[in-house]
C-alpha cells in the first residue's frame, strides 16, 4: 500500500466514524416508557422498534430536554393494513400550559395514502392543524422527517424539503414556543375512533403486531439542564439557529403545499366562524 493509498484510508475511516457518531444512539439518548416490552432497541443502539397489539402499544423519551434544535429521525412507518393506527413523533413541554411540535402519522387501509399530520401547541393551545399526502410510500423503506426549531420559526421538512413554517410572530400578539424545553416523544397507539376516515375504519387486530422502526436520530441542538442551556449566549457555533427558509425553500414549501396538502386550518371557515386566527393573515 502506497503512503497516499494509506492516508485515504485513514481519512475515509475517520470520515465513516465520524458519520456514524453524528447518527446517535439510541440506547444513549432515550429511554423506553411504556409498552411492556414491544418497544425494542436493536443493532448495539442503531434500530428501534416500536409495536401494537391489541393490548398495548408503546413509546419512548429523549432522556435530554431541549431548548431549540435542528432534529432529524429516519422512520419507516407501519406497512399493510395500518387503518386505526397513529404513529406519533413530537417534541413536547408537560403540562397544561405546555409547548408542542407534532408529526402524526395516520394510518390506513393496504394501498391508501398515510396522512401526514402536523401541530403547533404554544401555551396549552393547538388548533394549528396542516396535513398532507406523502409523494412516495412511507412503509417501504426510511425517510427523514425534521423539525428545525429556533427563535425565528419552526419549519417542518420531509427528506429536506420544507412543508411547512410556522413564524415568531410574538411582535403581533401570537404565543411562539420559546421559553419551555421539551422532549422527544415518540409512540404506536390505537386511534381507530378518529384516526382513519374520522373513525369509519376500525383496527383490523388480525393484522397486529403493527411495527414502526426508527433510526439515525441525529441533533443539533441546545440540550437544557438545571436551568441553563448547553448553548452559549451568541450561538456562533450553531448556524441552524439563524437558519431560515432562503428562497428554494419558500419554493418547496409552495410545492408542497399546492400539491400534497390535503387540510389547512386557515382554509377551513366552518371551524372558524368568527374569523381566522391572526397568524393565517400574518404569516
Known amino acids: 500500500m ?9 481519512v475515509f475511516l475517520l470520515f465513516s466514524f465520524l458519520l456514524a457518531a453524528s447518527a446517535g444512539n439510541f440506547n444513549q439518548d432515550f429511554d423506553i416508557t411504556w409498552g411492556d416490552g414491544r418497544a425494542k432497541i436493536l443493532g448495539n443502539g442503531q434500530l428501534l422498534t416500536l409495536s401494537l397489539d391489541k393490548t398495548s402499544g408503546s413509546g419512548f423519551k429523549s432522556r435530554s430536554q431541549y431548548l431549540f434544535g435542528k432534529i432529524d429521525m429516519q422512520i419507516k412507518l407501519v406497512p399493510g393494513n395500518s387503518a386505526g393506527t397513529v404513529t ?3 417534541l413536547s413541554s408537560l403540562g397544561s400550559a405546555h409547548d408542542e411540535i407534532d408529526f402524526e402519522f ?4 393496504s394501498g391508501q395514502p398515510y396522512i401526514l399530520h402536523t401541530n403547533v401547541f404554544t401555551q396549552g393551545k393547538g388548533n394549528r392543524e396542516q396535513q398532507f ?30 412543508i411547512r413554517e410556522f413564524k415568531n410572530l410574538e411582535s403581533r400578539g401570537i404565543p411562539f414556543p420559546k421559553d419551555q424545553p421539551m422532549w422527544i416523544f415518540s409512540s404506536l397507539w390505537n386511534a381507530d375512533d378518529w384516526a382513519t376516515r374520522g373513525g369509519l375504519v376500525k383496527t383490523d ?5 403493527f411495527t414502526a422502526s426508527y433510526r439515525n436520530f441525529n441533533a443539533q441542538a441546545c440540550i437544557w439542564s438545571s436551568g441553563s442551556s448547553s448553548c452559549s449566549s451568541n450561538s456562533s457555533g450553531n ?6 427558509l432562503d428562497t428554494t425553500g419558500q419554493q418547496k414549501i409552495k410545492w408542497a403545499q399546492k400539491n400534497y396538502m390535503i387540510y ?10 368568527q374569523g381566522f386566527p391572526p397568524e393565517c393573515s400574518l404569516a
Open 133 to 162: 399526502y406523502l409523494w412516495f410510500d412511507p412503509t417501504k423503506d426510511f425517510h427523514t422527517y425534521s423539525i428545525l426549531w429556533n427563535p425565528q420559526s419552526i419549519i417542518f421538512s420531509v427528506d429536506r424539503t420544507p
Open 264 to 273: 389547512n386550518y386557515c382554509t377551513d371557515s366552518k371551524r372558524f366562524p
Open 205 to 209: 387486530w388480525s393484522q397486529a403486531p
Open 239 to 244: 448556524s441552524w439557529m439563524r437558519e431560515s
Open 2 to 10: 502506497t503512503s497516499r493509498s494509506f492516508v485515504k484510508e485513514k
Open 88 to 90: 406519533a413523533y413530537y
Open 106 to 109: 395516520l394510518g390506513n387501509l
